[in-house]
């Protein structure tokens, strides 16, 4: 009935004084009590405009009440002042609350909803900090957010480097040093960690570590960190976790230096609203019992379709991987998006077109949907994406020009770009327990509702077709298990079983980054015969790599090349692959031979893409079989195709091959292969002494011997950026690096580039 009764209201005005008397006593402790601001704010806008500066005041968003015009603001604003003058600018009372914490413990883990504003409290900690800084985040698209706000922290600084990659360059400008990194990027800190001076890390979205695949790389990473790094201040933050504490418990971390507390403190409020099976749709309340009955809703007049797509509201739509993969996620709002005029600013544009040359999608024959819809302010977002052009489609976002975003639970996980409305397609989320799903679903919601600087209450909307299964998700409640994954019981024939043992009896090898059992099986002279004859073909004459491995004349070189990785990792496996776990290398080993030639992303893309689409044949008959990316090893890992069996070779989609070729290079080369051959040439330069195996590293690595491009890609540049750069680049080491005066002739996008390393 709450909804109802706040619609049918005599005397909105002293009802609202009585919420507002609520807010000031308790807090915006619940989600509920926003709820019950935004209805007021909804029906009764008059009355509530009366109070919304006291409203504002009562949340603790001192920000926005500059010049109080009443005595309750003046009174509380007193305390923004005092957060103003200990930090140098105004927090919330959530946001001080958690300085504080940051300010005086080692240990501090603490739990808010998404929009509480936890992590710029602590990215300001950082910034104000001494010596070098990590950042982990769960996936590459907090990856990202998190540089980008960084960068704005810093405001061009040039004394502070922000980077996805770990290295210890630049040494000449020795700037502080802040690493944004996924927990499997996170490995390379312990072999540069003599370089670095390592004080804080911080650790966002940290209940990844209830994953049980992720969460034992999450886990194994906290704990050499404390082994590793015994002074450092450990960070963990979450969202709508009852018991933060537990991440001391996990991993033996002293209590008594520690700090742990769960925020239910929210900021912007949120109107839900569902679509009947009778056809309307209806705002209703999921936090009071049955509030989805029709007695108890009010119906959102003129319907709700209508209202969302206007044009005037910024739309996220939550639908799944496979809907994007095979094109059905457009279904039902082709309409919409048909209206939607192309869009014109010249920064939006540029934007445009550096996606789509990123992609290669500026070649006749590669029609890229992604591009399309960009051009109609339509963006899709999901962790296949390439990062380089994540960075540019979140920037589009941020700078307005997106209507609609379509995008997975990757966007549920941290990043701040929320949209006036949440619009969720389907309510099927990813979890292995429905408490895991709930978490997903309260963190995609967060996003509706743009926190502004402005003097008003901010709301957003969230629609479901699932009001039932909406209350449940929301109420659900997520409690992180005391004890680590590491430390549970596992299957002793699993795949994770040699780390986790490595891990525990101490023989994990921290330069390697492997098990020292593994590393005893890649000392065995089946590998060292593998690592010789690799050897041989790349660097036994005086032909390029280039040379050696292109072309249908070298085909035969190419899999026999494979077949001597494959002795490598599965002898580092100590078992043969399975047949999905075969596809998956010999792709993968594919892609990685094209990286070798100096073929760019946007190449191997094109080259994958004439294969599965049959161009050769003229795009007659059905696509190609070619399995997806996949984290190796996987043991039941079954076989199945990019694209459904039958499907013609004319319906490939471009974007689908940008997408897996993405992960191929990421998930497969970068995490899954890299360190196991890269630990066996170590191995093989150990007992040989031959000094082609560094060049071997080097390629495996880098994808290049090319000594400025390696050390461009040190330096942080993106690979697809390097051929441009070059031409610009008087000397480099790995003390400094020297630019020609013609750089400040070269194109915007260069110059953008390149700004932060001039003098």
Same mark, same amino acid.
């Given at each position: 009935? !709450?909804?109802?009764?706040?619609?049918?209201?005599?005397?909105?005005?002293?009802?609202?004084?009585?919420?507002?008397?609520?807010?000031?006593?308790?807090?915006?402790?619940?989600?509920?009590?926003?709820?019950?601001?935004?209805?007021?704010?909804?029906?009764?806008?008059?009355?509530?405009?009366?109070?919304?500066?006291?409203?504002?005041?009562?949340?603790?968003?001192?920000?926005?009440?500059?010049?109080?015009?009443?005595?309750?603001?003046?009174?509380?604003?007193?305390?923004?002042?005092?957060?103003?003058?200990?930090?140098?600018?105004?927090?919330?009372?959530?946001?001080?609350?958690?300085?504080? *914490? #940051?300010?005086?413990?080692?240990?501090?883990?603490? &739990?808010?909803?998404?929009?509480?504003?936890?992590?710029?409290?602590?990215?300001?900690?950082?910034?104000?900090?001494?010596?070098?800084?990590?950042?982990?985040?769960?996936?590459?698209?907090?990856?990202?957010?998190?540089?980008?706000?960084?960068?704005?922290?810093?405001?061009?600084?040039?004394?502070?480097?922000?980077?996805?990659?770990?290295?210890?360059?630049?040494?000449?400008?020795?700037?502080?040093?802040?690493?944004?990194?996924?927990?499997?990027? *996170?490995?390379?800190?312990?072999?540069?960690?003599?370089?670095?001076?390592?004080?804080?890390?911080?650790?966002?979205?940290?209940?990844?570590?209830?994953?049980?695949?992720?969460?034992?790389?999450?886990?194994?990473?906290?704990?050499?960190?404390?082994?590793?790094?015994?002074?450092?201040?450990?960070?963990?933050?979450?969202?709508?976790?009852?018991?933060?504490?537990?991440?001391?418990?996990?991993?033996?971390?002293?209590?008594?230096?520690?700090? $742990?507390? =769960?925020?239910?403190?929210?900021?912007?409020? /949120?109107?839900?609203?569902?679509?009947?099976?009778?056809?309307?749709?209806?705002?209703?309340?999921?936090?009071?019992?049955?509030?989805?009955?029709?007695?108890?809703?009010?119906?959102?007049?003129?319907?709700?379709?209508?209202? *969302?797509?206007?044009?005037?509201?910024?739309?996220?739509?939550?639908? =799944?991987?496979?809907?994007?993969?095979?094109?059905?996620?457009?279904?039902?709002?082709?309409?919409?998006? $048909?209206?939607?005029?192309?869009?014109?600013?010249?920064?939006?544009?540029?934007?445009?077109?550096?996606? +789509?040359?990123?992609?290669?999608?500026? !070649?006749?024959? %590669?029609?890229?949907?992604?591009?399309?819809?960009?051009?109609?302010?339509?963006? #899709?977002?999901?962790? @296949?994406?390439?990062?380089?052009?994540?960075?540019?489609? +979140?920037?589009? #976002?941020?700078?307005?020009?997106?209507?609609?975003?379509?995008?997975?639970?990757?966007?549920?996980?941290?990043?701040?770009?929320?949209?006036?409305?949440?619009?969720?397609?389907?309510?099927?989320?990813?979890?292995? &327990?429905?408490?895991? /799903?709930?978490?997903?679903? !309260?963190?995609?919601?967060?996003?509706?509702?743009?926190?502004?600087?402005?003097?008003?209450?901010?709301?957003?909307?969230?629609?479901?077709? @699932?009001?039932?299964?909406?209350?449940?998700?929301?109420?659900? !409640?997520?409690?992180?298990?005391?004890?680590?994954?590491?430390?549970?019981?596992?299957?002793?024939? @699993?795949?994770?079983? +040699?780390?986790?043992?490595?891990?525990?009896?101490?023989?994990?090898?921290?330069?390697?980054?492997?098990? =020292?059992?593994?590393?005893?099986?890649? &000392?065995?002279?089946?590998?060292?015969?593998?690592?010789?004859?690799?050897?041989?073909?790349?660097?036994?004459?005086?032909?390029?790599?280039?040379?050696?491995?292109?072309?249908?004349?070298?085909?035969?070189?190419?899999?026999?090349?494979?077949?001597?990785?494959?002795?490598?990792?599965?002898? @580092?496996?100590?078992?043969?692959?399975?047949?999905?776990?075969?596809?998956?290398?010999?792709?993968?080993?594919?892609?990685?031979?094209?990286?070798?030639?100096?073929?760019?992303?946007?190449?191997?893309?094109?080259?994958?893409?004439?294969?599965?689409?049959?161009?050769?044949?003229?795009?007659?008959?059905?696509?190609?079989?070619?399995?997806?990316? %996949?984290?190796?090893?996987?043991?039941?890992?079954?076989?199945?195709?990019?694209?459904?069996?039958?499907?013609? $070779?004319?319906?490939?989609?471009?974007?689908?091959?940008?997408?897996?070729?993405?992960?191929?290079?990421?998930?497969?080369?970068?995490?899954?292969?890299?360190?196991?051959?890269?630990?066996?040439?170590?191995?093989?330069?150990?007992?040989?002494?031959?000094?082609?195996?560094?060049?071997?590293?080097?390629?495996?690595?880098?994808?290049?011997?090319?000594?400025?491009?390696?050390?461009?890609?040190?330096?942080?540049?993106?690979?697809?950026?390097?051929?441009?750069?070059?031409?610009?680049?008087?000397?480099?080491?790995?003390?400094?690096?020297?630019?020609?005066?013609?750089?400040?002739?070269?194109?915007? %996008?260069?110059?953008?580039?390149?700004?932060?390393?001039?003098?």
């Amino acid at each position: 009935m !709450k909804v109802r009764l706040i619609r049918n209201s005599l005397t909105p005005f002293e009802d609202l004084v009585g919420v507002l008397d609520e807010v000031h006593r308790i807090g915006p402790i619940n989600s509920g009590i926003l709820e019950t601001l935004s209805l007021y704010r909804v029906f009764h806008p008059d009355v509530f405009s009366q109070l919304e500066e006291r409203v504002i005041s009562a949340l603790g968003l001192f920000y926005k009440v500059i010049r109080p015009e009443n005595l309750y603001s003046l009174l509380l604003s007193s305390i923004g002042e005092a957060h103003k003058k200990a930090y140098g600018g105004y927090l919330t009372p959530v946001q001080a609350s958690v300085r504080r *914490a #940051i300010d005086s413990k080692q240990f501090v883990s603490i &739990s808010a909803p998404t929009s509480a504003g936890k992590s710029y409290s602590i990215r300001d900690f950082i910034a104000e900090q001494e010596g070098d800084a990590v950042v982990v985040v769960p996936s590459r698209a907090l990856i990202a957010e998190y540089i980008n706000t960084m960068k704005e922290r810093f405001d061009g600084d040039k004394g502070v480097m922000i980077t996805p990659f770990v290295d210890a360059i630049f040494t000449s400008r020795n700037p502080r040093r802040i690493f944004v990194l996924t927990p499997e990027r *996170a490995r390379d800190l312990f072999t540069t960690s003599a370089k670095l001076d390592l004080r804080v890390f911080f650790f966002d979205e940290a209940h990844v570590s209830e994953d049980r695949s992720r969460g034992v790389i999450f886990d194994v990473l906290v704990r050499r960190i404390q082994k590793t790094f015994s002074s450092a201040k450990l960070i963990f933050a979450h969202p709508f976790v009852d018991n933060p504490d537990a991440q001391f418990k996990k991993h033996d971390i002293p209590e008594g230096n520690g700090y $742990a507390r =769960s925020y239910t403190h929210g900021t912007v409020g /949120k109107i839900c609203v569902f679509q009947h099976s009778n056809g309307n749709c209806y705002i209703f309340s999921p936090f009071e019992e049955k509030g989805n009955l029709l007695r108890n809703c009010v119906k959102f007049e003129g319907g709700f379709e209508s209202f *969302a797509f206007s044009g005037g509201h910024s739309i996220l739509i939550y639908v =799944s991987k496979a809907s994007i993969y095979n094109g059905s996620f457009l279904e039902g709002y082709e309409e919409h998006i $048909a209206k939607f005029p192309s869009i014109t600013h010249p920064k939006a544009r540029q934007i445009i077109t550096s996606v +789509e040359n990123l992609l290669g999608a500026n !070649k006749v024959d %590669h029609r890229s949907r992604m591009v399309e819809l960009l051009q109609k302010g339509v963006v #899709i977002h999901h962790g @296949s994406v390439p990062l380089e052009v994540r960075f540019l489609v +979140e920037e589009f #976002i941020r700078a307005g020009f997106a209507k609609i975003c379509f995008a997975t639970s990757t966007l549920a996980q941290g990043v701040n770009m929320p949209f006036d409305i949440v619009w969720l397609d389907n309510m099927r989320f990813q979890g292995e &327990s429905d408490e895991e /799903k709930s978490l997903s679903f !309260k963190n995609l919601i967060g996003r509706a509702g743009r926190l502004s600087k402005q003097a008003i209450f901010d709301y957003g909307y969230v629609f479901t077709r @699932s009001a039932d299964l909406f209350i449940t998700r929301i109420n659900d !409640k997520f409690v992180l298990n005391e004890r680590s994954v590491i430390d549970q019981p596992y299957d002793e024939d @699993s795949d994770n079983a +040699e780390l986790l043992d490595s891990m525990k009896d101490g023989t994990f090898d921290d330069e390697l980054h492997l098990p =020292s059992t593994k590393i005893d099986r890649l &000392s065995s002279a089946e590998v060292f015969d593998a690592a010789k004859e690799i050897l041989g073909v790349l660097y036994g004459s005086n032909l390029t790599i280039r040379s050696v491995l292109q072309g249908d004349e070298n085909r035969d070189t190419r899999i026999r090349l494979n077949d001597y990785f494959l002795v490598i990792f599965e002898h @580092s496996l100590d078992r043969e692959l399975g047949k999905g776990e075969m596809n998956v290398f010999e792709s993968a080993i594919s892609i990685m031979l094209q990286t070798f030639q100096g073929r760019s992303f946007k190449e191997i893309v094109g080259v994958r893409y004439s294969r599965i689409s049959r161009r050769s044949f003229g795009r007659r008959g059905a696509a190609e079989f070619s399995q997806p990316a %996949h984290k190796l090893p996987h043991s039941g890992l079954y076989v199945y195709s990019l694209h459904k069996d039958g499907t013609p $070779a004319t319906d490939v989609s471009y974007d689908v091959i940008v997408f897996d070729t993405y992960d191929y290079l990421d998930q497969v080369i970068s995490f899954s292969l890299s360190d196991v051959f890269i630990a066996a040439f170590k191995v093989y330069k150990t007992l040989t002494a031959d000094a082609r195996a560094d060049k071997m590293i080097e390629l495996l690595r880098f994808g290049t011997n090319n000594s400025m491009h390696m050390l461009l890609m040190r330096y942080g540049f993106a690979p697809e950026d390097i051929e441009e750069i070059t031409g610009y680049v008087q000397s480099i080491s790995e003390s400094n690096i020297v630019f020609k005066s013609t750089v400040y002739e070269a194109p915007y %996008h260069v110059r953008d580039i390149i700004d932060w390393y001039l003098p």
